[in-house]
């Protein structure tokens, strides 16, 4: 799992999970985020789909996204996340 924000408001965070269990982003915790500050999680794994979500922050609460996902070896959505389940 990848984790980038935009606007200098974090470093690019690579953290690995096992399964489906939460992943807690450490760099993020207890921070606030400036208003409009876009942030990019993008789940691969090797042979699977991709899923990438792009949340935005307002009034320093997090705004969810919505989720595209990617066929292996494509770097447009192609399928909805829906169907892939």
């Known amino acids: 799992m990848t984790v980038t924000c935009s606007k200098r ?3 690019k965070t690579v953290t690995k999970g ?3 269990k939460r992943v807690r982003i450490t760099r993020l ?3 606030r985020l400036r208003s409009g500050t876009k942030i ?5 794994a090797p ?3 991709t899923a990438k ?3 935005t922050s307002k009034k320093g609460r997090r705004v969810a996204g919505r989720r595209h996902c990617y066929v ?3 770097s447009k959505p192609s399928i909805t ?3 892939a389940r």
């Open 53 to 55: 979500v792009v949340d």
């Open 40 to 44: 990019t999680v993008t789940v691969t």
């Open 18 to 20: 096992k399964g489906a």
């Open 47 to 49: 042979g699977r789909l």
């Open 9 to 11: 408001a974090c470093r």
């Open 72 to 74: 292996p070896g494509t």
């Open 29 to 31: 915790s207890n921070r």
């Open 81 to 83: 996340c829906s169907m």
